[in-house]
């Protein structure tokens, strides 16, 4: 594994202007200059979408409550109760890919909260990556700590 300081000089020996660069010429700089330049780009990887606009409201009323481990008038309940919180509100984005609603994150939650899946086939299930799903989770956990703390320590 390269150091940070050879990924430095690595990438000084890309610029054409450094010329009489020490390292530039050794095997392990060759190495690492490979490695840059192969290191492959972000990836999009291949989600379900469309989960929660196109399959989700198709389920039964029985199917619902059995995924998400309440009934849809208590979801539409938590959902509305929750709105009020401005640490869930979607961001007014300049650029980039869409805003999750509060609905979208309150699925997410509740398939955490009742599953034994992974974050990963949740992230998946949800079309969200990973850093997505555990962002949005603590900040739905951490506004349901809150409303519990405030309604029953009180």
Same mark, same amino acid.
């Given at each position: 594994m390269?150091?940070?300081?050879?990924?430095?000089?690595?990438?000084?020996?890309?610029?054409?202007?450094?010329?009489?660069?020490?390292?530039c010429?050794?095997?392990?700089?060759?190495?690492?200059v490979?490695?840059?330049?192969?290191m492959?780009?972000?990836?999009?990887?291949?989600?379900?979408?469309?989960?929660?606009?196109e399959v989700?409201?198709?389920?039964?009323?029985?199917?619902?409550?059995?995924? +998400?481990? $309440? @009934?849809? *008038? &208590? =979801?539409?309940?938590i959902a509305?109760?929750?709105?009020?919180?401005?640490? #869930? !509100?979607?961001?007014?984005?300049?650029?980039?890919?869409?805003?999750?609603?509060?609905?979208?994150?309150?699925?997410m939650?509740?398939?955490?909260?009742?599953?034994?899946?992974?974050?990963?086939?949740?992230a998946?299930? +949800?079309? $969200? @990556?990973? *850093? &997505? =799903?555990?962002?949005?989770?603590?900040?739905?956990?951490d506004?349901?700590? #809150? !409303?519990?703390?405030?309604?029953?320590?009180?």
């Open positions: 390269a150091s940070d300081g050879d990924i430095v000089a690595a990438v000084m020996c890309l610029d054409d202007d450094v010329e009489d660069f020490q390292l010429g050794s095997t392990t700089m060759n190495t690492v490979i490695g840059i330049m192969t492959p780009l972000r990836r999009d990887l291949p989600r379900i979408e469309n989960y929660v606009e989700v409201p198709k389920y039964s009323p029985d199917s619902f409550r059995t995924f +998400f481990r $309440v @009934s849809r *008038s &208590t =979801f539409e309940t509305t109760n929750i709105a009020a919180y401005p640490e #869930l !509100h979607p961001r007014q984005p300049n650029a980039g890919r869409p805003q999750i609603s509060i609905e979208k994150d309150l699925l939650g509740l398939w955490y909260l009742g599953s034994q899946e992974t974050v990963r086939s949740i998946d299930r +949800f079309d $969200v @990556s990973l *850093s &997505t =799903f555990n962002d949005h989770n603590r900040r739905l956990l506004v349901f700590t #809150l !409303h519990l703390k405030t309604k029953f320590i009180s």
